[in-house]
């Protein structure tokens, strides 16, 4: 048991029960926390699950789709629900110094978190390779930012060294305590849909998330909170698909940069999900995660980042060849929120505002009207 007290703004006191107060109060009960831990939050989880019959439409499907919008989570990735866990547990440990490496999202929310916890944050990212929205956070957020000349597993494997000086905690998901944080959205899509789905599809990088979704299914179902178990439908993008090919990628490339990982942290326990779920893992092209970006976006109003259109790349194709029976109950992963990588966003729109000279007319006639 630790003597740091509770953080009091973290903990919020107000009666008014429609308070969210984040996954570590909504959950606690399915998570390695006590009444001793001191919780950083900021009001994680609790995403809208919106269902996309326009895209459904689009891809000429037959199914129930609903889509976890995880973007809009604080620091706009479903990264926060496994922080809020992580933090609080290194909190409670009396750890000074969080640490992790990232494509970006996780960086965001170690920073966040840490800034909340007052704790010192370094994040450690491959060089160049960092969408604009996601570098901002962890700057703006005062993280120690250091950019390796090498991709994200350089920085892992860097990271998890740190970590075995026993002078840092890290924060990447190889911290199980981050996993069983992001279990907690498998439990809000059964709270919401008053069921499991039929399929959960998701993208997969270092293939923490598949993990965490699975056992947090198997959990609910396993204390009767859902009366289904889902197949687990991950996909990775074509330039870094390592469990897709069965090998190690030295060089993984992809316009997803939040997926653009060679070799998975989860690897295992991915392809356990995989197989006891009966599910699926393939690979789309880039080609097919821009289009599904961009389809998303036009279709349903949902700005989502690269990396979360690679599952509806992967529905776009599971249609095509027939994968999904008509009437199925079907999940996918917005993961990250369009804004982190606005460059990416205006090049796959494909045009660029009209500029015109400041007249009623002159805007009319582009409206043609
Ligand atoms: N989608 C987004 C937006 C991500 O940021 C990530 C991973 C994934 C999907 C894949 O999840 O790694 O659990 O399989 N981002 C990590 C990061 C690697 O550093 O932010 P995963």
């Known amino acids: 048991m630790s003597s740091i007290p509770a953080i009091p703004h973290s903990a919020p006191r107000a009666s008014n029960s429609a308070l969210w107060r984040g996954v570590i109060d909504r959950y606690a009960r399915y998570l390695p926390v006590s009444d001793a831990t001191p919780i950083v939050t900021l009001h994680e989880g609790n995403t809208p699950l919106i269902r996309a019959d326009n895209f459904v439409e ?20 479903f990264k926060d629900r496994g922080m809020t866990v992580a933090v609080s547990k290194a909190r409670e440990r009396g750890a000074s110094i969080v640490i992790c490496a990232s494509t970006g999202n996780t960086s965001a929310s170690a920073a966040a978190y840490a800034a909340r916890a007052k704790m010192k944050c370094v994040v450690v990212l491959p060089h160049g390779k960092i969408a604009l929205g996601k570098l901002a956070q962890a700057l703006m957020y005062g993280a120690t930012t250091i950019a390796v000349e090498g991709n994200f597993d350089d920085a892992l494997r860097i990271v998890r060294e740190l970590g075995n000086t026993g002078q840092v905690e890290v924060v990447n998901s190889v911290n ?63 330039g870094a698909a390592p469990i897709v090919d069965g090998r190690l990628i030295e060089k993984p490339e992809t316009v997803a940069s939040a997926i653009r990982i060679g070799n998975p942290a989860s690897w295992q326990a991915a392809t356990a999900a995989l197989k006891e779920s009966k599910g699926h893992i393939d690979k789309v092209t880039d080609e097919e995660i821009l289009a599904a970006h961009k389809l998303i976006a036009q279709t349903e109003g949902i700005f989502a980042e690269p990396a979360s259109a690679a599952p509806l790349a992967g529905i776009l194709r599971c249609t095509k060849a027939r994968m999904i029976p008509a009437g199925s109950v079907v999940t996918a992963i917005m993961t990250g929120h369009g804004l982190k990588d606005p460059e990416t966003a205006i090049k796959t729109a494909g045009f660029e505002p009209t500029i015109v000279a400041p007249k009623k007319e002159t805007v009319m006639k582009v409206i043609g009207l």
């Open 176 to 238: 199980p305590v981050r996993i069983e944080g992001q279990k907690t959205a498998a439990f809000e899509i059964c709270d919401q849909l008053g069921r499991a789905p039929d399929f959960h599809f998701l993208p997969v990088g270092n293939a923490g998330n598949i993990t965490a979704y699975w056992k947090g299914y198997k959990e609910y179902y396993s204390v009767q909170k859902a009366d289904r178990l889902p197949r687990m439908f991950g996909f990775q993008a074509a």
């Open 58 to 77: 689009a891809c000429g499907g037959q199914f129930e789709l609903w889509l976890k919008y995880e973007g809009v989570n604080p620091t706009c990735s």
